[in-house]
C-alpha cells in the first residue's frame, strides 16, 4: 500500500510520525511519501516539501507567501499524480489539505481519503464541514465531542483518542525519574512553531516575563524553547537584552519542571496542561483591536484555547489579539506565582481535562480504521 501524508507544521509532523509507526506495524511493506517534517522523514516518509515551507498562519503571512504557497500546492498534487497513493491521509492544515483533498477526489477516483486529526471548524468556519464531509472517505477525530458535531450535519466522525494526550502519558511514563514535585526557579515561554508567530510573540513575552520576576527574588531565569525547523539565531536575536534566558529544544522537559509557562495558544496548551504546568496562554494577530471586536462574530465558542474548549470552562487566562500585552502578562504570571488558590483550581481543570480526553492510543486506533 501507499500512503500520502500531508501535515503543515511541527505537532502534525509528530503525530503523522506516530500513524506512520502505526501503519507499518499492520502493513510491513507499506510505504510512505508525502509534505511534513523531520519525524516523517525519520518515520520512514519520503518528503517531497518541509512543512519549514510551508507553515504560514494568519491573513498577512498569506497574503505576504502567495507565491509559495501556490508552488507547494503544485508540488503537492504533482506528487499525488505521480504516486497515485492508495491512501490520501490529511493532518490539521485545512487551508491547504481540503485543496488536496478535493484534487484527489477529482483526480484519484482509487485513492481512499483521510481526514486524520481535522481543523477546529467546530470553534470557526462551520462551512468546513461540508467540504471535509463531500471529500473525505473517512473522518477520524481527537476530540470526544466531535463525533456529535459532526452527526448534526450528517456525517460520520470517529474518535479514535487523543494523541497529545497519549504523547504526554508516555513521556511521563519513560522519564518517571526526571520528575519532581518542586519546580525549578523559571518561567517557561513556548513561543510557537512557525517563524512569524516567534517574531510576533517572543518579545512580549519576554518583556512580561521579565517585568513579572521583577520582585520574584527566588526566580529569576527564563527558559525559551525552540521549535523543530527554526534557527537557533532568530531566538538569539530577540533575546538579546536578556542575560538570564536559556534555549533548549526539549520542550516537554522544560514545561514539566517550570514554575509557571507563558504559552502560544494551540496544541502547547494542551500538552502544557496535561504536563501540570500552570500557564497563561497568549495569541498574536495583526489588526488584534478590530478583530477583537469581531471575535463574537468570528467564532462559535466562548474560548479559544484547546484547554478551555474541552474543559468547558476558564481554567487558563486567554491573552488574545489586543488583550496580549506586556502588562497583561506581567498580571497574569504575578497572579499565578502568588495565588495558591488559584493554582489549584487551574490544576482540578487539568484534572478533568486529562478525564474527558481518556487513555485511547490515537495511532494505533486510526491506522486499524485506515486500513479497515
Known sequence: MKYFLISGEASGDMHAARLIAALRERDSKAQFMGLGGDKMQAAGCRLYQHYRNMAYMGYVAVLMHLKDIRNNIRIAEQALLTERPDHLILIDYPGFNLRMAKFAKQHLPGTR???????KIWAWKRWRVHQIGKFCDRILGIFPFEPDFYARYGYTCTYVGNPTA?????YQTSNIKHQTSTPAPYIALLPGSRRHEIVNCLPRMLAGTAEALRSKSEIKHIVVTQAPGIEPEL?????????????????????????????????????????GC??????????????????????????????NIIAG????????????????????????????????????????????????????VAAQGICS
Not at 166 to 170: Q, V
Not at 288 to 298: A, C, Q, T
Not at 349 to 357: S, T
Open 278 to 307: 500552570p500557564q497563561v496562554a497568549v495569541y498574536h494577530l495583526a489588526c488584534g483591536r478590530l478583530l477583537g471586536l469581531l471575535r463574537p462574530i468570528m467564532f462559535q465558542i466562548p474560548h479559544f484555547t484547546l484547554v
Open 235 to 275: 531566538y538569539e536575536r530577540l533575546c538579546t537584552g536578556y542575560p538570564n534566558v536559556t534555549l533548549t529544544a526539549d520542550t516537554y522537559r522544560a514545561v514539566c519542571h517550570a514554575r509557571a509557562a507563558v504559552v502560544n495558544s494551540g496544541t502547547a496548551t494542551l500538552e502544557t496542561a496535561l504536563l
Open 113 to 119: 481519503v483521510t481526514y486524520y486529526i481535522p481543523p
Open 166 to 170: 497519549e504523547g504526554i502519558a508516555d
Open 313 to 364: 470552562r476558564e481554567v487558563i487566562k486567554e491573552l488574545l489579539a489586543h488583550e496580549f500585552t506586556v502588562y497583561s502578562v506581567r498580571d497574569e504570571l504575578s497572579r499565578i506565582l502568588t495565588d495558591a488558590s488559584y493554582v489549584s483550581r487551574m490544576q482540578q481543570g487539568y484534572a478533568a481535562v486529562r478525564q474527558v480526553l481518556g487513555t485511547s492510543h490515537a495511532a494505533e
